[in-house]
């Protein structure tokens, strides 16, 4: 594959463009001709979580200008912005544990004209993927997609092939399924040197506690006590204290760097891209990678394998395996960083017959950065004035910091994590404590990526807390 080199989007602060195109869209071919909605082929995307809107519209666009699709949506209580995404949708729960027979039953006098599907959201993995094989869709394997939505069923499944993962230097925590305080204090006693308390199956780091010698067990089990009805599970401490993610589809692959706070909560601040790895360190990832997709099923499909890395790099840990696309933007990154647009490969190779490029060579490096605030506040984005851009300004303050030239680091996407009014905590809990996040491109041999991260959150929290500042008969002035 010749290397693209993408050029930045337009840049608006309140408005973000998460997906414009870094190279030029050639277009519907001659054969994307629309065909009358009653002839037309079928493309369904079993559910998406609602903060991934964007990507759902940019999947269901690539469907119908390359493939001539109706798109049918299929999640619970879908609103107005589904119907305004899809040609169809159908209101189906994939918690339901007769999901797969319910929505075979309402797609069965349809099922010639399905030519392809994707599952999207890890309520969805197990259930959806099992709809799809249901109805002759090709689709990676149903039976064991469950390890990609349970972190039990993935810690059993490694347990069973603990003897292999670990003659290939994969390390396979101790652990055990927990619902009382006496449960958890007998894993701590045999755990002296820490371990992580956290919900079976929960996205962006909810309920995940890591307790360590002298921390109150009391208090860990209460914050893990909402999650109790879906299964809590305690894990042994993994040792290794950097973190990646091993990326891809199908055969196609790559390695994220995942930033991380230190402490009691260890939510992720940054994705980083193409991580800074040396070759042995890389071989270690990707083996463990490739093993994690072998247990959950995954070989046609996405993937996003959360991976822990000895300081050696001779050792590696699955801290979760996930058969779907990175969160953090982490495929937007790629393709800033790659030239390469994942989310239509994914439609296209669903549709069957597209080939993927056997290598990718990064053109520069990006960055996915959470922001959060200085303080515990009650914070809403209306609470910024109009006209104001404190990530502009953070941007502008960390380029001077490091000594970087015009245009050499770039923003790319900024957006606010939710519209309404929120109590955030200076120290972060989990995803949903930031008040927003925002990629940036750095093009510079002065400095690297990870210094612009670290140094662009502090810088944030400075901005925002100047236009914050303002009193409000001057907000209504500008």
Known sequence: MSHLTPTPPSYDTFTPTPYATPYENPGPTPDDRAAPAGAAPLFLIVDYNLSRIDEVRHLAERARARHGARVVLIRAEPGDTDRAVADEVIDLDPLRPDFAVMGEKLLTARRDRIRAGIVFSDNAVHSGADLLHRLGVPVDAPHLAEGAFSKYHYRLAESLASELLRAQGVMTPAFTRIASLDQLRRFAAEHPAGFVVKPSAEGNNRGVVAVRPGDDLTAAFAEVLPYLDGGVICEELIPHAREFSFDGLGDLEFLTEKVSATGRYPVEIAQVLPAALAPHE?????????????????????????????????????????????????????????????????????????????????????????????????????????????????????????????????????????????????VARDNADFAAQGCVVLRSPRTGIRPVVHALREAWTHALDRVLAVPAPARKAR
């Not at 502009?392 to 050499?408: I, K, N, R, W």
């Open 282 to 426: 890389e071989a270690t990832l990707k083996r463990a990678g490739r093993l994690a997709n072998l247990l959950v099923g995954q070989c046609h499909g996405p993937f996003h394998n959360e991976i822990k890395l000895s300081d050696d790099g001779r050792e590696a840990a699955v801290v979760e395996p996930n058969r779907r696309p990175a969160g953090m933007r982490i495929w937007a990154l790629a393709r800033w960083v790659y030239g390469i647009d994942l989310h239509h490969l994914w439609v296209d190779t669903a549709f069957g017959g597209t080939a993927l490029p056997d290598r990718l060579t990064p053109g520069c490096e990006a960055a996915t950065v959470m922001l959060g605030v200085s303080h515990d506040v009650s914070f809403s984005p209306a609470d910024v004035p109009p006209g104001a851009d404190p990530f502009a300004d953070a941007v502008a303050a960390t380029a001077a910091h490091l000594g970087l030239g015009e245009g050499e680091l770039t923003v790319t996407e900024f957006s606010w994590l939710a519209p309404g009014r929120r109590e955030l905590h200076a």
